[in-house]
Every structure is written in structure tokens, then in C-alpha cells.
């Protein structure tokens, strides 16, 4: 390995690169060249370091305020993740390395890391092999649907349907419909889950899958799960687990142990890796032995004499589905993130999950309508109909925690709910952040009876107040703030 090594970076130093050739003078149409100067502002290197910094002090970030997005999962994100992902040894390496037949030995550190997460997500989840390919969790389900789709058309299943339940997230019939599938929607029953009696009514020998979240967007652990992956195998529909949000499972309930065949995983919110403006995912997908010959290539394997190399020996395998293997810096993020917990360590960030978000809750079910009166899991939904009565609406709520420096959470969704707020705290806030969060909601609810207007004015505090959301994102313009 070390002769290989040493040759290659020999070979490098020796080697001069050949220089494009550059036209002396570039023909251009002179229909299409500037007749006058191009009006750029003349501004100094000061002022333009002060308006960007200016600028990111204004952002709402995880590591500047407390930020209970339900479903987003932003818990905090360790620098020490960063770290790891910033070594060298890591952010030198061409991906293209591990394709070169012997220089595959120059990256053995790269393959072993994606081999040992590849092998942690299926413990995690109990599925039989994972791939981490998938770029998000709405790519991770698109690839899961496609497995999925590979099965039947391999068994020459004739298969029309996909079942989701109303409280799910968007990307999940969106999934379906994009992968050629009709969208079979079941609504939740008076328990917060999806309703059995219809589920039974509308699953047949033409559903190819059955797509769910558990615990579901309303922060609800479905106890039916077993019963619904039973009669979906009856007809060999398949069971396909969103898990953007583990937060509530790690070391509890494995996927794989209650029926599913495919689930997908949000690394960027389960696995502390930063998302939002803050960095890509990635949504790896883990399958049951079902799916196992239709996965992804290449494949990360581990050869009989411990080394380890990229497979594409999957003869039915639906082929690449990204570049590569994955988004691999954040790949190697949440590997240090699973290491550094450890067993024990996820487990405890699942129960301070749950823990968080029923304290917050008790807090606040007495001035806010909960509409399933039931424990939650890693995240809750309130409503703010109670407060319609003084003309105030979910959205007043949210803008108000703004001017109190907390993120607001995520509001009308799910859908089911009407003035629906949702609030994920996560593990890693402290009791007196989450005490203040309580204190500002109970505030906001008073503010209802008694001081609506400052409610419906918020934010107050902000460069710009309420802003028409759909026309600002069709017609931006930063230039005023
Ligand atoms: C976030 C989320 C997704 C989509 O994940 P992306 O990475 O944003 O594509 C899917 N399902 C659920 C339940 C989610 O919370």
C-alpha cells in the first residue's frame, strides 16, 4: 500500500499539466458586447465587509437562538463533527480515486468509513443493507419507491397504488406520483393515526406500497403498525418507513423488527448533521432482504483479506441514483456523530427527545387546544384555534416569537390541523431554554385576550415585518434591508 502510495505522488510532481489554448481575442457578436461602462456600485472592501457581516448577524441559526421547527429536527450540531470532516486526509481525496482498480488502496480510510455507516444504519434501523447514495430525504424516498417498483416489475407484479395516510409529509405522495404511482389517501382516525377500518376498506392486491411515518407528523407513535404491515404483506404490498425523524426511536423501535421493507433516513435531522442554509443532506435508504438485489451501485464491500472496494456487481440493481456514493463529507459527519454518542449516548439523546417535547406540552396544553389528547414523541402539535376568537391565528403566534428571538415553529402543518403549530425542541436544549420558550407561548396566548394588536403587528424588532411569503419568493429583493 505504501509503495503505491509513494508512486503515485512521484509520478504527480513529475507531470506538467497541459495549458488550454486561449484565443488572443474572443469573438463575440457585437450585438451581444457592452456599449457602456456596467453600472457596478464603487464601494470599499470596509463597507462591503460590514454589509456581509451585518447581514449574517441578522440570521436565525441553531447556534445563535433556540429554533423548535417541528419535523426539521435542528438540533444542535457538534463542531467537533465538523472537525472530523474537515481532515485533510478526507477533503483531499478525488472521489474518482476509488474507481481506479489499484488506487482504490490509496482510499481505504474513505471506503471503510462509508462500510461502517452503511453497517451502523442497518443496526440502527434493523434492515438488512443499506445504501447512502440518496443526496435528502425526499431523494432517499424517491430511491425507496423506486426498490420498491423494481420488486414488482422483477415478480411481474401488477401494482397500481401507493397508500399514504393525510397527516403525511408532502414529499411522500409527491414521491409516489413522481415514481408512476396513483396516491391512495387514508384519513387519521380519533387516535391520531391512520384510521384502520379504512386502511383495511382501501388496501388491495393493486397497492404496491404502504408509505408511513412513526412516530407521524403529529408526534404520534402508531401502536397499529404491526396489524398494517401484516395485511400489507398479504397482498405483497410492500411497507415503506419515512424516517426523516429517528429522534424518537434511536435504540427504542427498529424499523426492520415491525414489518418495513424499506426505510429512508434524514442524516441532517436525526444525525446532527447541519441542513437548511446551514449544509446538504443526505438520506440514506435501508432495505429488508427483499430489496436487497435491486439496491444501488456502486456498493462498498469488504474483500476476504480486510481491504475495501467499490462493487458494481448487481445485476438488478435500478443503478445509480447520484454521483458517487453520497454526499460523502456529511456521511462522515453522522459517523462521527453515532461514534461519539455511542450506544448508550443515542439512546439518551432519544429519550431527552421525548422528555423535551412532553415537558413542553404539559406546559402548554392548558391555553392552547392540543387536538390528540395522547403522549407525544419527539415533537407535538397545538393549535391555535382558540385563539382564532380574538382574530388571532397561528401565523400572529409565530411572527410574535420572533420578536422574543425563538425561531418560530412550524405552522399549518400537518394539514389536518387547523391554525396547526409544531414543535420539536429536541435533546439538545437546556430546561431553562425551555422554560423560556413556554413562558413567551403562555405570554402569546395572554397577549390573544387582552393585547391582540401587538400579536397581529409582529415582528416589531426586524428589518422588515410581515412580507407577502409567495411574492417574495417570486419577485426577491434584498436590496432594501
Ligand atoms: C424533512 C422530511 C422529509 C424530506 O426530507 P428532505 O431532506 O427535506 O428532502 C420527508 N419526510 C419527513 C417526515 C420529513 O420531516
Redesign the pocket.
Known amino acids: 500500500m505504501k509503495l503505491i502510495f509513494e508512486k503515485s505522488v512521484a509520478g504527480r510532481r513529475g507531470v506538467t499539466l497541459p495549458r488550454p489554448d486561449v484565443p488572443k481575442r474572443a469573438i463575440i457578436d457585437g450585438k451581444y458586447t457592452r456599449k457602456d461602462a456596467a453600472p457596478l456600485p464603487e464601494v470599499s472592501e470596509l463597507d462591503v465587509v460590514r454589509h456581509f457581516t451585518n447581514l449574517s448577524r441578522r440570521n436565525f441559526s441553531v447556534d445563535t437562538n433556540f429554533y423548535p421547527l417541528g419535523?426539521?429536527t435542528m438540533k444542535y450540531n457538534p463542531k467537533f463533527t465538523e472537525a472530523i470532516a474537515g481532515f485533510p486526509g478526507f477533503t483531499e481525496l478525488h472521489p474518482l480515486t476509488s474507481h481506479l482498480g489499484q488506487a482504490a488502496m490509496l482510499v481505504q480510510g474513505a471506503l471503510e468509513v462509508l462500510y461502517y455507516i452503511e453497517q451502523l444504519l442497518a443496526e440502527i434501523t434493523g434492515m438488512k443493507e443499506m445504501t447512502t447514495e440518496p443526496l435528502?430525504?425526499?431523494?432517499g424516498?424517491l430511491t425507496g419507491i423506486m426498490l420498491i417498483a423494481a420488486y414488482h416489475r422483477d415478480k411481474g407484479n401488477k401494482k397500481r397504488f401507493v397508500i399514504v395516510p393525510d397527516s403525511s409529509?408532502g414529499?411522500?405522495p409527491a414521491t409516489a406520483a413522481i415514481a408512476g404511482y396513483e396516491i391512495i389517501s387514508v384519513p387519521t382516525g380519533k387516535n391520531g393515526c391512520m384510521d384502520m377500518e379504512s386502511y383495511k376498506a382501501k388496501l388491495g392486491k393493486e397497492v404496491a406500497a404502504v408509505m408511513l411515518?412513526c412516530p407521524n407528523?403529529l408526534g404520534i407513535f402508531n401502536t397499529d403498525i404491526k396489524e398494517v404491515a401484516e395485511l400489507a404483506h398479504r397482498y405483497d404490498a410492500l411497507m415503506y418507513y419515512?424516517g426523516?425523524?429517528l429522534n424518537a426511536m434511536l435504540g427504542k423501535c427498529r424499523p426492520g423488527d415491525v414489518g418495513f421493507d424499506v426505510v429512508h433516513l434524514?442524516l441532517?435531522?436525526t444525525f446532527s448533521t447541519p441542513h437548511g442554509g446551514g449544509g446538504p443532506?443526505a438520506?440514506p435508504v435501508g432495505v429488508s432482504g427483499k430489496l436487497v438485489d435491486y439496491l444501488p451501485v456502486p456498493k462498498v464491500v469488504r474483500n476476504d483479506n480486510g481491504t475495501y472496494a467499490l462493487s458494481e456487481k448487481k445485476p438488478k440493481s435500478i443503478g445509480r441514483i447520484a454521483p458517487f456514493y453520497g454526499n460523502f463529507a456529511v456521511l462522515l459527519k453522522a459517523y462521527a456523530y453515532i461514534m461519539l454518542l455511542g450506544r448508550e449516548g443515542l439512546i439518551t439523546a432519544s429519550e431527552r427527545a421525548v422528555l423535551n417535547a412532553n415537558y413542553c406540552l404539559a406546559k402548554l396544553k392548558d391555553v392552547y387546544e392540543l387536538p390528540f389528547e395522547r403522549t407525544c414523541m419527539h415533537e407535538f402539535v397545538i393549535s391555535a384555534s382558540r385563539q382564532l376568537k380574538h382574530g388571532i391565528r397561528a401565523i400572529d403566534i409565530a411572527k410574535f416569537l420572533i420578536d422574543r428571538d425563538i425561531h418560530p415553529p412550524t405552522v399549518y402543518f400537518p394539514l389536518i390541523v387547523k391554525e396547526a403549530l409544531m414543535v420539536e425542541p429536541t435533546e439538545t436544549e437546556t430546561k431553562e431554554t425551555l422554560d423560556r420558550f413556554v413562558e413567551v407561548m403562555r405570554e402569546a396566548a395572554k397577549l390573544a385576550e387582552d393585547d391582540p394588536e401587538i400579536l397581529k403587528n409582529a415582528p416589531t424588532n426586524m428589518p422588515v415585518s410581515r412580507l407577502d411569503e409567495a411574492r417574495a419568493a417570486r419577485e426577491l429583493n434584498c436590496s432594501h434591508i
Open positions: 419535523s426539521c435528502a430525504g425526499a431523494h424516498e409529509h414529499t411522500n411515518t407528523t419515512d426523516a425523524n434524514n441532517h435531522k443532506g438520506g
